[in-house]
T-cell receptor
Framework: AQSVTQLGSHVSVSEGALVLLRCNYS??????LFWYVQYPNQGLQLLLK??????LVKGINGFEAEFKKSETSFHLTKPSAHMSDAAEYFC????????????FGSGTRLSIRP | EAQVTQNPRYLITVTGKKLTVTCSQN?????MSWYRQDPGLGLRQIYY???????DKGDVPEGYKVSRKEKRNFPLILESPSPNQTSLYFC?????????????FGPGTRLTVL
């Protein structure tokens, strides 16, 4: 069975600062990993996904994530935070054999200070 | 416009009164799924459907029913709601039942059971 852990339920950064949201996964087989973003009062939308191709994945709005098998991590980064990045971010994992099911992390709320 | 719609968006009901939350997608997607979102727990999968007349349990199916009689619709039924089903519910769909497919989420239904 797979699982995902997001470290930090709330992260606050200054506008223009680096954004780093942490995600660690557990899976006995090669995982497929996702980051979703949820803006206030909206559903989730996909930021980026890792599906065993390049380990550095670029997504929308300047976000990227790097798959590190040795560290079982898939941290989300953005070089310079904007006020519009304030939202909740979810890491998720699935595998080829369990493609109908996806496990989400508990979420990290990102706040941006002016 | 390609979208997933849910109705109602907000619902307050009482214990034991049967209710249905509708979900519809206009993208001809095969796969549909229901999730509940609770603070600190992220999203948990309730039921999913890989195609018409094909449904299966997710991680938290107790107290819920679903049906998939048409490809576009995937209603969630609570036959005897209880207060522990107070939550934010999301419907999602993807083109195929494939691990790499992006899920598209509806706007959510906030349910309160008194």
């Amino acid at each position: 069975a797979q699982s995902v852990t997001q470290l930090g339920s709330h992260v606050s950064v200054s506008e223009g600062a680096l954004v780093l949201l942490r995600c660690n996964y557990s899976s006995s087989v090669p995982p497929y990993l996702f980051w979703y973003v949820q803006y206030p009062n909206q559903g989730l939308q996909l930021l980026l996904k890792y599906t065993s191709a390049a380990t550095l994945v670029k997504g929308i709005n300047g976000f990227e994530a790097e798959f590190k098998k040795s560290e079982t991590s898939f941290h989300l980064t953005k070089p310079s935070a904007h006020m519009s990045d304030a939202a909740e971010y979810f890491c998720a994992v699935t595998t080829y054999s369990s493609a109908s099911k996806i496990i989400f992390g508990s979420g990290t709320r990102l706040s941006i200070r002016p | 416009e390609a979208q997933v719609t849910q109705n109602p968006r907000y619902l307050i009901t009482v214990t034991g009164k049967k209710l249905t939350v509708t979900c519809s997608q206009n993208m001809n997607h095969e796969y549909m799924s229901w999730y509940r979102q609770d603070p600190g727990l992220g999203l948990r999968q309730i039921y999913y459907s890989m195609n018409v007349e094909v449904t299966d349990k997710g991680d938290v199916p107790e107290g819920y029913k679903v049906s998939r009689k048409e490809k576009r619709n995937f209603p969630l039924i609570l036959e005897s709601p209880s207060p522990n089903q107070t939550s934010l519910y999301f419907c999602a769909s993807s083109l195929r039942r494939h691990v790499a497919d992006t899920q598209y989420f509806g706007p959510g239904t906030r349910l309160t059971v008194l």
